[in-house]
């Protein structure tokens, strides 16, 4: 049997452990052995093998898995293996998953925002998606359907806004962006009484902010660009509270 056989006997145990439910074996082992070999090079010559089967499991009904295919296709790209069709693929995914679960006692984490905007946040950073599509998906994220989130998504998707106002080419993609941020996520929160999009929007731009003002150099944000986008920020804040004292007898139907 030849090295890359050897090898490909060895990856397909790993492809299927990401499905087990038992995070000793999806996370712990599979995972942690599949980072590595991409890491590595170890397993550069069943990449496309890899690749196929993470597509495959952004279809699948475990979201368990989808989260952690989300996390090695954030793997992959950050090793310089990214496929604009694996980003499609997570793209579809990821802006309608409704199990927005952080970390579940006796499954461990899955995490499916929080990986997934991880997965943007490098993708924009590292060029490989422009970032007006960064923004893009932010903000159907924000509104997609899903609970409150009780872990750091809202601080991992808030690193993913840092980056992309830091891509961003002009002051005219932030004002779209928040304007956006504005007419959907927020409007459609409060108009559809829908707590989970209030409450995350809300924490969301909390984190985003703390950023911009503590932290801008981390994420490559010049104070011009952060003297621009705070101001736009604090708007948000400002209509959010706005709306929420209106209570649930007063907002308009859909």
Known sequence: MSTADSLGSVIEPLLTGLVSKRPEVRVDWAYTE???GIE????DDHLDQIRERLNGY???DKVWTKALSARLLNVLAAAGHFHYEDYLAFRAWYVTE???RGIVKDIGPIMAVGYGADYVETCVRM???PAVEGAAIISCRLRAPGGVWHDDESVRLARAACTTIAKSTSPHILEIWTERLSTTVLTEGIRNNNRAVVENFAH???ATATMLRSE???WGIDAERAKLALPMLAELEEQLRNSIPAGPSTVSSP
């Open 34 to 36: 599949l980072k590595e």
């Open 40 to 43: 590595s090079g170890q397993w």
């Open 58 to 60: 952004l279809r699948t």
């Open 98 to 100: 409704d199990d927005t």
């Open 127 to 129: 060029g490989r998606i």
């Open 204 to 206: 969301f731009l909390t």
């Open 216 to 218: 801008p150099e981390k």
